[in-house]
């Protein structure tokens, strides 16, 4: 599994997205069993407790469950995935919108550079 960190920015929310998208689109399944906080924590380049966090949080939400002893696991219930991961969408939408008019842009400017941006290659 890899991990695409900002680490200019809080950890916990990027591991529940990173973890919500895997889980709506299938990489992970209901029920199945996640590896270790440790294993998570080495892979992304983490603290164990920041993982640890992460993991109660998508607990709180219904994402995951654990089982004492055994580890975390997926709930059965993906849909609340789906939900958190386009909560996120919209958040992260609504604020480059903000930003992006804060610089001057209108609504319609908006909605035409980014229907013709492209990466840069080196981006990709």
């Given amino acids: 599994m890899e991990w695409k960190l900002d ?5 916990c929310p990027q591991i529940g997205e990173q973890l919500c998208l895997r889980i709506a689109t299938g990489e992970f ?17 983490v603290n164990p407790n ?7 949080s998508l607990e709180q939400e219904g994402i995951l469950y654990s089982v004492r002893g055994s580890g975390w696991y997926v709930a059965e219930d993906i849909s609340r995935a789906r939900a958190a991961l386009e909560r996120t969408r919209e958040e992260k939408t ?19 550079f980014v229907a013709a941006w492209s990466p840069k290659e080196d981006a990709v």
Avoid: H, I, W
Wanted: net charge neutral; no cysteine; proline share 2%.
């Fill in 7 to 11: 680490k200019s920015k809080p950890l």
């Fill in 29 to 45: 399944r209901a029920g199945e069993r996640l590896l270790s906080v440790r294993d998570v924590a080495l892979a992304a380049g």
């Fill in 50 to 56: 920041t993982v640890q966090r992460s993991f109660e």
């Fill in 94 to 112: 609504a604020a480059y919108v903000d930003e992006m008019t804060a610089l001057g842009m209108g609504l319609d400017e908006v909605k035409n």
